[in-house]
């Protein structure tokens, strides 16, 4: 079972806090209501030496339009967001481990909406350096909700209520993640990621109209797709096209590009030629071994910093 690490510090009401003291209030709405919204970013090491942030800007605009249509306040500058994300990285940094940082916005004063004041919380987490292993996919009984009830486009920790009920449901049908149909019978997402599918040659996904995070990663494949002139569409995806697709693989920024094996027990080619290329390609960008114009990394930490830190802990 996947435990969650508990790393020494936390960044929390404008600073560093250790791990035991970044607690919230029971009284306040981001625990009562969920009132919370938030961003989970990937940092990679470079070859050359540097950690960097993929699409850190990107990911900070998003944070802004979610926390607007909740009418969550967020006054943070992006100079100061990099800061928060470089100052953890700095505490937590390890030489050879990417790391992958959820920034929330809880709301930690207020009622109803009036006087919420909010606390942007970063956490990081250790990731290996490997690429994900091909998974088994099902078609969850659970639906995304439509945009009128809780949007997908807002990327709230409440929306991720139905994909833990989803992902449980997946766990007695021994898939790793299931597929979330939007109130259409269509194809949404994933419970994390969103969903590419290859058919005849042309690499297919879900507009977000259908239920869908804007995703930042998806820009980054469709980018990668286009530079190798495959052909890339978004539209609407049947339940029963995806039972029939040619390849199928998660799209997300922790996700990176998961290969699925199987579909509510139909297998796939594992070869997966086409999206097992971009995968390739999608880990040489991230680690700026190749260069995508619209890809940004933003340096938050380096190996000088990361080897320091290892010394001081030995
Ligand atoms: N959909 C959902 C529900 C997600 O949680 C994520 C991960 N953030 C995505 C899609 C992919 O979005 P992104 O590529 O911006 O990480």
């Known amino acids: 079972m996947a435990k969650l690490q508990q790393p020494k510090f936390v960044f929390m009401r404008g600073g560093l806090r250790p791990w035991a003291d970044a607690t919230l209030h029971v009284g306040c709405e981001a625990v009562t209501r969920n009132v919370n919204v938030f961003e989970g970013l990937k940092g990679y090491w470079q070859p050359s030496g540097n950690f960097g942030i993929v699409q850190l800007r990107k990911h900070y605009e998003r944070l802004h339009r979610s926390a607007r249509l909740l009418h969550i306040p967020f006054e943070t500058s ?21 790391m992958w940082f959820r920034t929330t916005l809880f709301a930690v004063e207020g009622h109803w909406g009036e006087g919420t004041v909010a606390d942007l919380v970063v956490t990081a987490y250790h990731q290996e350096q490997k690429a994900p292993e091909p998974i088994d996919l099902g078609v969850s009984t ?29 766990q007695a049908r021994g898939c790793q993640d299931m597929v979330l149909l939007n109130h259409f019978g269509r194809v949404a997402e994933a419970t994390g990621s969103c969903l590419v599918m290859v058919r005849n040659g042309t690499i ?11 995703s930042i990663t998806l820009d980054i494949v469709e980018m990668l797709a286009r530079s190798a002139d495959i052909p890339f569409e978004r539209r609407p995806i049947d339940r029963t096209e995806l039972l029939i697709a040619d390849e199928i693989a998660l799209c997300g920024t922790l996700a990176e590009l998961v290969p699925v094996k199987s579909i509510d027990g139909l297998p796939l080619d594992p070869k997966s030629p086409i999206l097992k290329s971009l995968q390739e390609r999608y880990f040489r960008v991230v680690r700026n071994l190749e260069r995508l114009p619209g890809v940004e990394l933003s340096v938050v930490a380096t190996r000088a910093v990361a080897d320091q830190g290892a010394a001081a802990s030995a």
């Open 204 to 214: 297919v996904t879900t507009p977000a109209t259908e239920g869908a995070l804007e």
């Open 78 to 98: 992006l100079d100061a967001y990099r800061d928060a994300l470089a100052e953890l990285s700095e505490a937590l940094i390890e030489p050879d481990r990417d």
């Open 142 to 170: 659970w639906r995304r909700s439509p945009d009128d009830s809780l949007p997908a486009r807002i990327k709230a920790g409440s929306n991720y209520q139905v994909a833990r009920v989803a992902r449980i449901e997946g």
